[in-house]
């Protein structure tokens, strides 16, 4: 995230970073698929950042995103992140 040139929530389960200086010029999208997190390149590629989730959840104020998650043991985690503001 601290790479992050932009960011954007594209629905309540699906968050789109690019990263600054990327010589590949990749966007990533992290999404839930099936029981995992997952991170995706728009240049391909699919790695599974976190396994056994069982509900994950974004919010968006401003430029902070919300992260919730529920494990499938019950386990619950949250973390906030900021986001690059839009340039003016």
Do not use: Y
């Not at 995230?1 to 789109?16: E, F, I, T, Y």
């Not at 790695?47 to 902070?64: A, D, G």
Request: hydrophobic fraction near 35%; proline fraction near 6%; aromatic fraction near 4%.
């Amino acid at each position: 995230n601290m790479n992050s040139a932009s960011g954007r929530v594209l629905s309540s389960g699906m968050l789109q970073l690019e990263i600054s200086n990327d010589p590949e010029e990749r966007l990533f999208v992290f999404d839930k698929s099936e029981e995992h997190l997952r991170k995706r390149s728009n240049k391909g590629g699919n790695e599974i950042m976190l396994p056994f989730v069982k509900e994950w959840e974004l919010t968006i104020v401003e430029n902070e995103v919300n992260m919730r998650v529920v494990m499938k043991n019950g386990t619950k985690r949250e973390r906030d992140l900021v986001l690059p503001l839009p340039p003016e």
